[in-house]
Nanobody
Framework: QVQLVESGGGSVQAGGSLRLSCAASGYTWSSYIMGWFRQPPGKEREGVAFITSTGRTEIADSVKGRFTIGQDKAENTLYLQMNSLKPEDTAMYYC???????????????????WGQGTQVTVSS
């Protein structure tokens, strides 16, 4: 059974940084996509960043240049380094994963069956 466990959320002032982690276990896919969605208060979930098993990445325009996605394959861990945080980055952040056969990167919520429980990020002005 695939399990995704996020950590690293918290409260920070605008301009600060946080690093989210997602520990993944139970999957046997050799080719996959993992990524992060977020859900701001009262809004829909939106894709933030994605990475494939080959290292290909996709970053949302709203966070490009500030957020970086990475992975440690040996530790089965996904990361999201968030710098220059803004109040509008306040949201619950979710880790996702799915097998991938190449081609387009999946960036919509309906493509993903495996979700973590979420970690809260709050940025104050």
């Amino acid at each position: 059974q695939v399990q995704l466990v996020e950590s690293g959320g918290g409260s920070v002032q605008a301009g600060g940084s946080l690093r989210l982690s997602c520990a993944a276990s139970g999957y046997t896919w050799s080719s996959y996509i993992m990524g992060w969605f977020r859900q701001p208060p009262g809004k829909e979930r939106e894709g933030v960043a994605f990475i494939t098993s080959t290292g290909r990445t996709e970053i949302a325009d709203s966070v490009k240049g500030r957020f970086t996605i990475g992975q440690d394959k040996a530790e089965n861990t996904l990361y999201l380094q968030m710098n220059s945080l803004k109040p509008e980055d306040t949201a619950m952040y979710y880790c996702v994963a799915r097998p991938w056969s190449g081609g387009l990167l999946y960036t919509a919520t309906y493509w993903y069956n495996y979700w973590g429980q979420g970690t809260q990020v709050t940025v104050s002005s």
